[in-house]
């Protein structure tokens, strides 16, 4: 199995301190075609499974290419074909969740050539007709999930296993502290920039 970046790690986080899975593994080789899922995450209580595919691509927001072209929707939907396959066959009995996540996409003007937002639309939209729901967590819902993850972080007292959960934990429980000392102080008492 290949590691996975730090945008994976940090939809598999969620899916567990927020939504509550137990497991959960990634970039996860689809057998019957070429290809993987991004994140598979597991619910046992409520037998859910959450396929998702994540893109973190930063400067220039969501943009897969083929043949120097823009190629967002034909990637995706292939994506999401294969991994409605898997879910089909391997998770039968399970409710499927499908989600894409990714922190910046962008949109364009309404004559625009290419307009990332539209894009993912186009994606949801072609889903759908195959009777397929994709939950889009982009742009602000992005942040949001951080946020609520954030606010797990910052709630949870032991040390928190997720490398993901505990940079939110440090990062939380700093602020707090920082906040109640009312200072930026070190303990020397040296200000620091």
Request: net charge positive; with cysteine; charged share 30%.
């Amino acid at each position: 199995m290949a590691s996975q970046n730090v945008g994976e790690e940090l939809v598999g986080a969620y899916l567990q301190a927020v939504r509550g899975c137990e497991f959960v593994a990634y970039n996860v080789h689809t057998r019957d075609s070429q290809g993987e899922v991004d994140v598979v995450a597991i619910d046992i209580d409520t037998k859910t499974v959450y396929l998702c595919e994540v893109a973190v691509h930063m400067e220039t927001g969501l943009l897969y290419v083929k043949g120097g072209q823009p190629d967002n929707v034909p990637k995706l939907v292939a994506k999401f074909e294969r991994d409605v396959a898997y879910a089909r066959k391997y998770f039968a009995d399970y409710r499927s969740v499908f989600m894409f996540w990714s922190p910046i996409v962008k949109g364009a003007g309404p004559r625009a050539k290419h307009n990332q937002l539209k894009d993912v639309k186009e994606v949801k939209r072609r889903l759908r007709e195959r009777g397929v729901d994709l939950e889009v967590v982009v742009n602000a819902d992005f942040k949001k999930a951080m946020d609520e993850m954030r606010a797990v972080a910052l709630k949870e007292t032991k040390e928190m296993k997720s490398p993901v959960m505990r940079l939110f934990q440090i990062e939380t429980k700093l602020a707090k502290h920082l906040g109640a000392t009312g200072s930026r102080r070190g303990e020397d008492g040296a200000a620091r920039g």
